[in-house]
């Protein structure tokens, strides 16, 4: 990332393509290098959060960080002449939302991409430009999850599972038939979204008959709302499974594999206060028999998170020369944000022909 258009060359170099929001603790960090050809009286670092929406951009915080006041602060490096370099750590509030793009709605303009965007400019004394470089933020496992050394060892992969369960009733007569237990993982991976795996235990509370079978659906679904309303609704994974022998998952349960497309535009889940992105599994259980229409249906939906860096498909990560006049300040700006629950009454699988339903709704 060098400014090779000017004579005074000045560059900047993250430390990693993404940083991690710590949310148990108050700040996070950004890290990485600055390198210029000079070594100036003063540095300082803006870092700028924004949120894009239908063309509109609200700020989200907006700091200036004064890195240095003296030259003898750079330090130059033994393998280039006239080439300094000066570390750089930058302490950022852990409430801020994570970074994701969605494609725009508005039409206006091709590939222009609604969402939330972190960028720093370094500006220098004696140099007319300043360096922009974008930055972007994710949550991570370890700074969410209180499980000790041992339950994560248990744990497929460390994450935290629950476990779900409860009664299906025969829809005529309101009688208990079936005890159902669902075990999936709260939490899912964008870098490892080939995971999620529910583990299903069927028991009856009747006697039934030999020929009695059941369907199970899943379905991973991700929403996108804007400014509180849904706008887009996506099945990002289906996995169905035709289970002849219900009772038997209780001791040796069925495993339901919800695999994500490495092509699928799979987002985090993140709330900010126009722009949010929800996750949540939903599972149907219809029994009945090989022959016949189901007689007990039961649809389940649950809330999930997706953490972690996956890199953005169509976000770009150009750095920028700018052109200013060197001078210094000093803001900041907090940013809050409130939490919604999505919701829905559809099944996973169309229960009447026994076929997993793979329409996408926009």
Known sequence: MSNNQCNNKLDIYP???????????????????????????????????????NQTIKTIIDTTYLLSTRPTDWKQTTTISHQYSLPFSLAVPSHIPISFQVPSQTGSFEGMLDGVYYRVEVMVASIDHLFTCPIHFHLSLSPLCTLSNDDLTRSVHGWPKR???????????????????????????????DVGCILVRLKSMFRFNKDCCCLIGCQLIQTVQLEGYKHRYEIISIATNLITSPNATWNDPCQMILEVDNDSILLPTVT??????????????????????PTDIKNIEYPITFIGYRKPLLHNTTCQIIDYKPQRSNSISSYGSTIKDVSSEDSAIDVFSFKSNSILLA
Do not use: C, M
């Open 15 to 53: 430390d990693k393509d993404s940083f991690i929001l710590h949310r148990n603790q108050q700040e996070s960090n950004i890290t990485g290098t600055i390198e210029s050809s000079i070594a100036p009286l003063w540095t300082q670092i803006r870092f700028i959060g924004q949120e894009q929406l």
């Open 163 to 193: 476990v779900i369960w409860g009664v299906v009733q025969q829809q005529q007569f309101r009688l208990q038939r079936w005890h159902y237990e669902l075990e999936f993982s709260n939490i899912l991976d964008l870098d490892n979204p």
């Open 272 to 293: 900010s206060e126009r722009l949010a992105v929800y996750h949540f599994i939903k599972i149907s259980l219809a029994f009945g028999s090989l022959e016949g229409r």
